[in-house]
């Protein structure tokens, strides 16, 4: 059986920090291509940062500089270190994985993405 759940959301200050975390099992983590996506009432599901087999990651220009992917093959987990939070970061962040491993340096599609996690709230405040 499939899982991925988020955890790390929250609330807090613009300029502050969160790190989400996403525990998975259930699929081959190492050879699947792993990102993180959110939602923003009104607006489409936005890819925030993927990561491939190889290492090779994406972000979105909103998040260059302040958001860091990194995955843990050991423990089949995603991570997303989210520093200098904007209110513009607040929406419901989710954890995707593809396991035909689509994914590289431009920006991910969703329907490429089989398998997803609940989500987890992040809220940065002015």
């Known amino acids: 059986q499939v899982r ?6 929250g609330s807090v200050q613009t300029g502050g920090s ?3 975390s996403c525990a998975t099992s259930g699929f081959t983590f190492s050879t699947s291509c792993m990102g993180w996506f959110r939602q923003i009432p009104g607006k489409e599901r936005e890819g925030v940062a993927t990561v ?3 290492g090779m990651k994406f972000y979105a220009d909103s998040v260059k500089g302040r958001f860091t992917i990194a995955s843990d093959n050991l423990d089949n987990t995603l991570l997303l270190q989210m520093n200098n939070l904007k209110p513009e970061d607040t929406g419901v962040y989710y954890c995707a994985a593809d396991d035909a491993g689509r994914c590289g340096t431009l920006p991910p599609i969703p329907r490429h993405f089989q398998f997803w996690g609940r ?3 992040v809220t940065v405040s002015s």
């Open 4 to 9: 991925l759940e988020e955890s790390g959301g």
């Open 18 to 20: 969160l790190r989400l």
């Open 52 to 54: 491939n087999v190889v």
């Open 119 to 121: 989500g987890t709230q």
